[in-house]
């Protein structure tokens, strides 16, 4: 079974332009977070999807980011546009229910 | 916040046994335990989660106090592989929270030859 795929794995961007993470998660798991990790600071939670929508967006830092999950499968998140600060790991998780959440490889966005 | 507490570092000899420690002295009656871990750039990887009960699962066992105000994550026999961040999270589906971990700093756990 595939687990909780991200892409791109990496993306090297400048200041100013626009970045789309995907995250294709685990089939058949309602539940997608987004979650990221900027230099030397914890891992932080986005936002939650239920199938198609939003339960939690209280992490979402601003409204330069945009979630959707259009029919409730992959999930992408857009910067727009992209700030230096935004650089960081941007991981996606996906469960089933209230069982335990399996998380993606992540991707590492560099905004130069 | 987090509201777990957890050393920074620890260290541990490669097929010993490794015994990370988590406080949660303010732990909710219906607030589970789960570990994590995050081997290097990797996402994290899920470990284990009780309630009140030891459990034990392929990977790892995790005991619990009688008053759950702090629990030890065990890895039995500790390999190179398993060097990484462990994190200690509590939390209860419901009640607002339908998922959403918070991720304190985690232990450090470094396994030498």
């Known amino acids: 079974e595939a687990g909780v795929t991200q892409f791109p794995s990496h993306s090297v961007i400048e200041k100013g332009q626009t970045v789309t993470l995907r995250c294709d998660p685990i089939?058949?798991?309602?539940?997608l977070y987004w979650y990221r990790r900027v230099m030397g600071k914890e891992i932080k939670f986005l936002l939650h999807f239920v199938k198609e929508s939003k339960q939690d967006e209280s992490g979402m830092p601003n409204n330069r980011f945009l979630a959707e999950r259009t029919g409730g499968t992959y999930s992408t998140l857009k910067v727009q546009p992209a700030e230096l600060e935004d650089s960081g790991v941007y991981f996606c998780?996906?469960?089933?229910?209230?069982?335990?959440?399996?998380f993606g490889q992540g991707t590492r966005l560099t905004v130069v | 916040d987090a509201k777990t507490t957890q050393p920074p570092s620890m260290d541990c000899a490669e097929g010993r046994a490794a015994n990370l420690p988590c406080n949660h002295s303010?732990?909710?009656?219906?607030?589970?335990v789960y570990w994590y871990r995050q081997i290097h750039s990797q996402g994290p990887q899920y470990i284990i989660h009780g309630l009140k009960n030891n459990e034990t699962n392929e990977m790892a066992s995790l005991i619990i106090t009688e008053d759950r105000k702090s629990s030890t994550l065990i890895l039995p026999h500790a390999t190179l592989r398993d060097t990484a961040v462990y994190y200690c999270i509590v939390y209860a589906w419901g009640s607002g929270n339908t998922g959403k971990l918070i991720f304190g700093q985690g232990t450090t756990l470094q396994v030498k030859p």
């Open positions: 089939s058949g798991h309602d539940n």
């Open positions: 998780a996906s469960s089933q229910g209230a069982a335990e959440a399996f």
């Open positions: 303010t732990i909710s009656g219906n607030e589970y």
